[in-house]
């Protein structure tokens, strides 16, 4: 079945510094894999996304992806945290055998302090 | 603005009663799913339409109805209301059923009471 595991559900980092976010999936073909952030009272914005191609992929506000297949992980990264991305993000993985159902992983907080 | 419409915003009603959510998807979007937040269970899946079909369903109950008219707007239907049902609802659309991306509207928080 599939499944999608995103092991820190909170991290806090100093702005200025890098962030990594961990997803883990667990889905029998190839995945298509999503990462959104969600803010406080908001709704869910996208962020990346990977379908194929190439593994490393960019989205908006700085954010990249990394699809590693061997680890089945789809890591979000940004090298330079900003106030303004404190928030929930959320990793998903989309089952085109299912209708495009996606599956969540549970979020993780980001908390940025000055 | 991912252009995905959710009307009310906020909800707030008694155990018992029933309620509508209503979802209009992005311009050209034939496929609508719905999703329940809520912080015990997360993000599930409800169910989904494409094109006024029932295409997919998650975790949802039987108190719980949906439908996509031909308009291509999606209502949700929730009745029996529990004090457990209070949650986020969100609506999302896509293209179609394929591995699309789903952008997703703002929410109907819903609290019961």
């Known amino acids: 079945a599939q499944s999608v595991t995103q092991p820190d559900i909170h991290i806090t980092v100093s702005e200025g510094a890098s962030l990594e976010l961990r997803c883990n999936y667990s889905?029998?073909?190839?995945?298509?894999l999503f990462w959104y952030v969600q803010s406080p009272g908001q709704g869910l914005q996208l962020l990346l996304k990977?379908?194929?191609?190439?593994?490393l992929v960019q989205g908006i506000k700085g954010f990249e992806a990394e699809f590693k297949r061997s680890q089945s992980s789809f890591n979000l990264r940004k090298p330079s945290v900003h106030w303004s991305d404190a928030a929930e993000y959320f990793c998903?993985?989309?089952?085109?055998?299912?209708?495009?159902?996606?599956?969540f992983g549970t979020g993780t907080s980001l908390t940025v302090i000055p | 603005d991912s252009g995905v419409t959710q009307t009310p915003k906020h909800l707030i009603t008694a155990t018992g009663q029933r309620v509508t959510l209503r979802c209009s998807p992005r311009s050209g979007d034939l496929s609508v799913y719905w999703y329940q937040q809520s912080l015990d269970q997360g993000l599930q899946f409800l169910i989904q339409?494409?094109?006024?079909?029932?295409?997919a369903k998650g975790n949802i109950l039987e108190r719980f109805s949906a439908q996509q008219f031909p308009d291509l707007h999606s209502e949700l239907n929730l009745s029996s209301l529990e004090l457990g049902d209070s949650a986020l609802y969100f609506c999302?659309?896509?293209?179609?059923?394929?591995?699309?991306?789903?952008?997703f509207g703002p929410g109907t928080r819903l609290t019961v009471l």
């Open positions: 990977y379908f194929s191609g190439d593994t």
């Open positions: 339409y494409y094109n006024g079909e029932e295409r």
């Open positions: 998903a993985v989309g089952a085109s055998n299912t209708g495009n159902q996606f599956y």
């Open positions: 889905y029998g073909a190839t995945p298509y």
């Open positions: 999302a659309s896509s293209v179609d059923v394929s591995t699309d991306t789903q952008y």
